[in-house]
């Protein structure tokens, strides 16, 4: 399942990516660039605009609620996703994350960080790097409530 989210629906792109599904985020396309992209690449639009909505050839949902974790419930619940692939793609910029060796981020993550953990992942596009810090636990736990709630 791919998705594009319009312009309204940022931190939910961010969700979708962090909860493992490929997601694009025009943040300045027009309707018109918004629908082709949707129809050419085969992905589900995300949109609060009724009008893009009715766009032939474009399988849409329209988000109904402005509240982030409202929004996600709605997708999860709507397709019948599931998050078994969390935490496999960069939050920033979609792409699929690779695993790296700890020695590889020595010097690119705080030192704390360096220490206590022992697994980091990269994005081979933007570069950032990624690991199970405090806010872990947190996604998780949202995680949990999509699971039971769909």
């Known amino acids: 399942m791919k998705f594009l989210a319009d312009t309204m629906l940022g931190r939910l792109a961010?969700?979708?990516?962090?909860?493992?599904?490929?997601?694009?985020?025009?943040?300045?396309?027009?309707d018109a660039e918004l629908a082709r992209r949707a129809r050419v690449e085969q992905r589900v639009l995300l949109t609060r605009d009724v009008e893009l909505t009715r766009?032939?050839?474009?399988?849409?949902?329209?988000?109904?609620?402005e509240q982030v974790e409202e929004q996600v419930h709605q997708v999860f619940h709507t397709l019948?996703?599931?998050?078994?692939?969390?935490?496999?793609?960069?939050?920033?910029?979609?792409?699929?994350?690779?695993?790296?060796?700890?020695?590889?981020?020595?010097?690119?993550?705080?030192?704390?960080?360096?220490?206590?953990?022992?697994?980091?992942?990269?994005?081979?596009?933007?570069?950032?790097?990624?690991?199970?810090?405090?806010h872990w636990a947190r996604i998780l736990g949202h995680i949990q409530d999509l699971s039971e709630s769909v």
Request: charged share 30%.
């Open 80 to 134: 019948h996703l599931t998050a078994r692939e969390a935490f496999s793609r960069c939050a920033a910029c979609n792409c699929v994350l690779e695993d790296v060796r700890k020695e590889d981020v020595r010097g690119k993550v705080p030192p704390y960080v360096f220490h206590t953990q022992e697994r980091f992942r990269r994005c081979p596009q933007c570069a950032r790097i990624y690991w199970r810090g405090t």
């Open 14 to 30: 961010t969700w979708l990516r962090l909860l493992g599904y490929d997601t694009l985020y025009l943040s300045d396309a027009t």
């Open 55 to 65: 766009r032939r050839g474009v399988h849409a949902i329209l988000i109904e609620s």
